[in-house]
């Protein structure tokens, strides 16, 4: 009998693949479960090793990467974060489907390491609504805000390299499209006609967003020099 295939869902900042991947482990226990990250950082507040994150040394993690024990890593920020391949088959030999949110780069690392995973590209349903959910939560910065479009750019440029998408247009909607492909009850390499160009509509639009965001931050400089 084959394992279950662990399942990735990516997308840019603001697209609800968080929202959703908790969605399907909290309604569906018994089938999902999140694959908890190793990472290098200490932990904040009531943060526990083996909820949030494994909590190891930078030492301990560069030696998972040199004996290869990680599906896919990253360094964010000084710090390093990773997936160990013994949570992928751990949790598929107990019948639970691992669930992964990363991003793009660590997708592909999966990928390039032959598990044979199913990654679903998360996109958002428009521009306007995208940028609402993205700049509305008034607790970053305008420097990472561009920084985060800057990334969406990036991913939104290879969405179409991956073989299945979902539009989060209903939460409750998109959740249900996942477990549909999940189940192979849609998908299968088809693809959302729309998904090109609304590639092409998001990626105008975070383009649009930072000439707004860098134009006003030019204009508050002139302000506080006439002052």
Same mark, same amino acid.
């Given at each position: 009998?084959?394992?279950?295939?662990?399942?990735?869902?990516?997308?840019?900042?603001?697209?609800?693949?968080?929202?959703?991947?908790?969605?399907?482990?909290?309604?569906?226990?018994?089938?999902?479960?999140?694959?908890?990250?190793?990472?290098?950082?200490?932990?904040?507040?009531?943060?526990?090793?083996?909820?949030?994150?494994?909590?190891?040394?930078?030492?301990?993690?560069?030696?998972?990467?040199?004996?290869?024990?990680?599906?896919?890593?990253?360094?964010?920020?000084?710090?390093?974060?990773?997936?160990?391949?013994?949570?992928?088959?751990?949790?598929?030999?107990?019948?639970?489907?691992?669930?992964?949110?990363?991003?793009?780069?660590?997708?592909?690392?999966?990928?390039?390491?032959?598990?044979?995973?199913?990654?679903?590209?998360?996109?958002?349903?428009?521009?306007?609504?995208? @940028?609402? =959910?993205?700049?509305?939560? *008034?607790?970053?910065?305008?420097? #990472?805000?561009? &920084?985060?479009?800057?990334? !969406?750019? $990036?991913?939104?440029?290879?969405?179409?390299?991956?073989?299945?998408?979902?539009?989060?247009?209903?939460?409750?909607?998109?959740?249900?499209?996942?477990?549909?492909?999940?189940?192979?009850?849609?998908?299968?390499?088809?693809?959302?006609?729309?998904?090109?160009? @609304?590639? =092409?509509?998001?990626?105008? *639009?975070?383009?649009?967003?930072? #000439?707004?965001? &860098?134009?006003?931050?030019? !204009?508050? $400089?002139?302000?506080?020099?006439?002052?």
């Amino acid at each position: 009998m084959s394992l279950p295939r662990p399942l990735i869902l990516v997308g840019p900042s603001g697209a609800g693949k968080t929202t959703i991947a908790s969605r399907l482990v909290r309604g569906y226990p018994e089938r999902f479960r999140f694959s908890v990250s190793a990472t290098s950082r200490a932990p904040r507040g009531r943060e526990r090793s083996g909820r949030e994150y494994s909590f190891v040394s930078r030492e301990e993690f560069k030696e998972m990467i040199a004996s290869g024990e990680l599906a896919e890593w990253a360094q964010v920020h000084g710090e390093y974060y990773g997936t160990p391949v013994d949570n992928l088959t751990g949790l598929a030999e107990e019948g639970t489907v691992p669930v992964l949110d990363i991003d793009v780069q660590g997708a592909r690392q999966v990928m390039r390491r032959g598990i044979d995973a199913l990654v679903i590209f998360i996109l958002p349903p428009g521009t306007a609504q995208w @940028l609402t =959910r993205l700049t509305g939560r *008034g607790t970053e910065s305008a420097e #990472g805000i561009v &920084r985060r479009l800057h990334t !969406a750019r $990036e991913e939104l440029r290879k969405a179409t390299t991956f073989e299945e998408h979902v539009v989060n247009q209903d939460l409750g909607e998109a959740v249900r499209k996942v477990l549909e492909i999940a189940d192979g009850r849609a998908g299968k390499g088809a693809r959302d006609r729309r998904v090109e160009e @609304l590639c =092409r509509e998001l990626d105008a *639009g975070a383009t649009a967003e930072i #000439g707004r965001i &860098r134009g006003r931050g030019v !204009a508050d $400089e002139i302000r506080k020099e006439e002052t």
